[in-house]
C-alpha cells in the first residue's frame, strides 16, 4: 500500500527540548518536502530535497534541521532554537522537481509546552 | 517574492449549486498548477492539476486556467455538504533557468455548503 507515513500524529514535547519527526514514503519520489502550517498562514516551506543526501533551505528554516540519507526517508528535527514550534507539520513527496504533483502524509501536530 | 493569492473566504454556497474557487499567481513563467482539498485537522489532498490553458473537467470538478490573466479557478458542480472544506491553490513557478521547483501555495478558501 504505497503512501507517505508521517509518526507520530500527536507530539507533546517541554520547552527547550529537540524533537524528531518522521516521514516515510514508499512511492520511489525523488523530492521530499517539509511544511509549516499555522492558522491563517497557510502552509510555509521549511525544507526541501530533490535527491538523497542533498537538500535546501526552505522559506523558514531557522530552528530546523533535516537529513536525506535515504530515498524513502526525510526527518526533520526541530531544535530548542526554534522559537515558536506548536503548528502542524507536513511532509510531502512529489516524482520530480519540476511541475510535478506533490502528495502528503497525515501531518504531525507538535505542541510545545 | 512569488506569491500566490486567494480569498480566504468563507465561501458559502447552497446544496446543488456551483461554488467558484479563484486563485491568481505573480510569477508569470509558472507551468503547472494545482487545487487540495483540505478539510479540518487532516492533510491536504490533490483534487486537481492544470497545464494548459482552458478548461480541465474531473466529475463534478473543473479547473480553469489562464496564463495570460495570471489566473486558476476551480469550479465544483451540484456542491455537496461534503465538499466543505478549505480549497488550497498551488503553484509550481516558473521551471525554466534553475528553478527551485517546489510549489508555493496560497492561503486557502474555505468553502461551507448549507443543506
Known amino acids: 500500500d504505497g503512501g507517505i507515513t508521517q509518526s507520530p500524529k500527536y507530539l507533546f514535547r517541554k520547552e527547550g527540548q529537540n524533537v524528531t519527526l518522521s516521514c516515510e514514503q514508499n512511492?520511489?519520489?525523488?523530492?521530499m518536502y517539509w511544511y509549516r502550517q499555522d492558522p491563517g498562514q497557510g502552509l510555509r516551506l521549511i525544507y526541501y530535497?530533490?535527491?538523497?543526501?542533498?537538500?535546501q533551505k526552505g522559506d523558514i528554516a531557522e530552528g530546523y534541521s533535516v537529513s536525506r540519507e535515504k530515498k524513502e526517508s526525510f526527518p526533520l528535527t526541530v531544535t530548542s532554537a526554534q522559537k515558536n514550534p506548536t503548528a502542524f507539520y507536513l511532509c510531502?513527496?512529489?516524482?520530480?522537481?519540476?511541475?510535478?504533483?506533490?502528495?502528503f502524509g497525515q501531518g504531525t501536530r507538535l505542541t510545545v509546552v | 517574492q512569488k506569491e500566490v493569492e486567494q480569498n480566504s473566504g468563507p465561501l458559502s454556497v447552497p446544496e446543488g449549486a456551483i461554488a467558484s474557487l479563484n486563485c491568481t499567481y505573480s510569477d508569470r513563467g509558472s507551468q503547472s498548477f494545482f487545487w487540495y482539498r483540505q478539510y479540518s485537522g487532516k492533510s491536504p489532498e490533490l483534487i486537481m492539476s492544470?497545464?494548459?490553458?482552458g478548461d480541465k473537467e474531473d466529475g463534478r470538478f473543473t479547473a480553469q486556467l489562464n496564463k495570460a490573466s495570471q489566473y486558476v479557478s476551480l469550479l465544483i458542480r451540484d456542491s455537496q455538504p461534503s465538499d466543505s472544506a478549505t480549497y488550497l491553490c498551488a503553484v509550481n513557478p516558473d521551471t525554466v533557468g534553475g528553478s527551485q521547483g517546489n510549489l508555493i501555495f496560497g492561503k486557502g478558501t474555505k468553502l461551507s455548503v448549507k443543506p
Open positions: 530535497s530533490q535527491i538523497v543526501n542533498d537538500f
Open positions: 512511492l520511489n519520489h525523488d523530492a
Open positions: 492544470i497545464y494548459s490553458n
Open positions: 510531502a513527496s512529489s516524482p520530480g522537481p519540476w511541475g510535478t504533483e506533490a502528495f
